[in-house]
């Protein structure tokens, strides 16, 4: 158990909605990430996040953006859904000098 | 990060050692061998790593060979909740901004059957 909750779990929204998804951890680990895993593409990275308020892109970030106010949050937002970002989407955590990387178990996202 | 090969599938009676192997010839002095699975529905989970020595942890065993160009991973007594995507990633391991760069391949469905 790497002490990662994400929520919600499973979501079904409307396209040009608004969603935002929350990471919690209880590790006090210094990087957090958002991830995506779609078919045919593996696990993409979509934003990170190396400490309060520092957060940097990732190589699919276009339509989503993050937010870090405290360390042990880090929530994903999509101003306005579209159905291409309809996925699985998991937040990772790191810390420590090998810096293994531990995942969530992700969020199903459907937009309609 | 260097690229990986493994095969796409591996069938292991239950009980048996399951040996899962990975080619990573182009991997770099200072880059690490991971290995995560993903069950069905559920998020990559972090099995083990190293360097060039053999690892050993509650999961599994990795073995390295000695030119560090490909490695196995073996999981002891195999059991029918170990059927999943078995990946092997090389990685640059240590801190800064590369360590966001995880690559996962297609990886190698491992099936357990009773």
């Known amino acids: 158990d790497a002490g990662i909750t994400q929520s919600p779990r499973h979501k079904v929204t409307e396209t040009g909605t608004p969603v935002t998804l929350r990471c919690h951890q209880t590790e006090n680990h210094r990087y957090m990430y958002w991830y995506r895993q779609d078919p045919g593409h593996g696990l993409r990275l979509i934003h990170y996040?190396?400490?309060?308020?520092?957060?940097d892109k990732g190589e699919v970030s276009d339509g989503y953006s993050v937010s870090r106010s405290k360390t042990e949050d880090f929530l994903l937002t999509l101003e306005s859904a579209t159905s291409s970002q309809t996925s699985v989407y998991f937040c990772a955590i790191s810390e420590g000098a090998r810096n293994t990387i531990y995942f969530g178990e992700g969020s199903w996202l459907t937009v309609v | 990060d260097a690229k990986t090969t493994q095969p796409p599938s591996m069938d292991c009676a239950e009980g048996r050692a399951a040996n899962l192997p990975c080619n990573h010839s182009t991997i770099s002095g200072n880059e690490y061998v991971y290995w995560y699975r993903q069950i069905h529905s559920q998020g990559p989970q972090y099995i083990i790593h190293g360097l060039k020595n053999n690892e050993t942890n509650e999961m599994a065993s990795l073995i390295i060979t000695e030119d560090r160009k490909s490695s196995t991973l073996i999981l002891p007594h195999a059991t029918l909740r170990d059927t999943a995507v078995y990946y092997c990633?090389?990685?640059?391991?240590?801190?800064?901004?590369?360590?966001?760069?995880?690559?996962f391949g297609k990886g190698t469905l491992l099936t357990v059957n009773p």
């Open positions: 996040s190396y400490g309060v308020k520092d957060t």
């Open positions: 990633i090389v990685r640059v391991a240590g801190s800064g901004g590369s360590n966001y760069k995880l690559t």
